[in-house]
């Protein structure tokens, strides 16, 4: 990175601190996303992390707008450098039983008492992408697109993102026919094809097959 690129790429991360500097006098600031609404297979994932404000997570952006190696890297930077993050795990099955959204809510919620566990810290605010989280007694601001304007956000976005992208891959091995290793469980024409010729496997979720079959027939 050139000094010219560095200074642009700080000012970049300055600009994504502003709503946390917004809430400076707060002690725990928590960026909380998930990764996994949309897919035909596979479980949702959330995170939650609190970023110190003196390190420089340089490129940390929406997950979404990275590469996957980038991913990679910033995952085990965020995993070692964040005063404290959390992830939580909601299965195939459950997302049938109560609907996704119900079900990233239900991430959300043990991603944050995943970060309480372990880090003994319970966040004094969170800033959340896009949605308010039900039965979370702590103060929350829901930003629309807040991974690619809050860094705490984003961070969170990144842990859920390779964290569920983890999981994918050991499915592809259990399930080689589907294909997960290249598409995630995202309804791409390969992968239904494939729950077409194959039929769902445990992994699937139901409720969301209902329209592929409906079109099949």
């Not at 970049?12 to 928590?30: C, S």
């Amino acid at each position: 990175m050139t000094e010219a690129q560095r200074l642009k790429e700080e000012a970049r991360l300055k600009e994504m601190w502003k709503l946390e500097e917004e809430h400076a006098n707060l002690t725990f600031i928590a960026g909380v996303d998930e990764a996994g609404r949309g897919p035909l297979a596979g479980p949702v994932v959330a995170a939650t992390a609190i970023l110190p404000k003196d390190h420089l997570f340089y490129y940390l952006n929406d997950s979404k707008k990275m590469t996957e190696k980038r991913r990679e890297a910033l995952f085990l930077e965020i995993k070692e450098n964040a005063i404290a993050y959390g992830i939580g795990i909601v299965s195939p099955e459950r997302i049938d039983e109560i609907n996704i959204l119900q079900a990233t809510y239900e991430a959300m919620r043990l991603a944050i008492e995943e970060m309480e566990k372990n880090f003994s810290i319970i966040p004094s605010l969170l800033l959340n992408d896009a949605v308010r989280i039900p039965m979370v007694d702590i103060p929350q601001i829901p930003i629309v697109h807040g991974d690619a304007k809050s860094l705490s956000i984003a961070a969170a976005s990144v842990l859920a993102k390779v964290s569920r992208d983890h999981l994918m891959l050991d499915y592809a091995k259990e399930y080689p026919e589907y294909g997960f290793e290249k598409h995630k469980g995202y309804g791409t024409k390969a992968h239904t094809e494939a729950i077409l010729e194959y039929g769902p496997c445990p992994i699937h979720r139901r409720s969301f097959l209902k329209k592929l079959y409906a079109g099949e027939s």
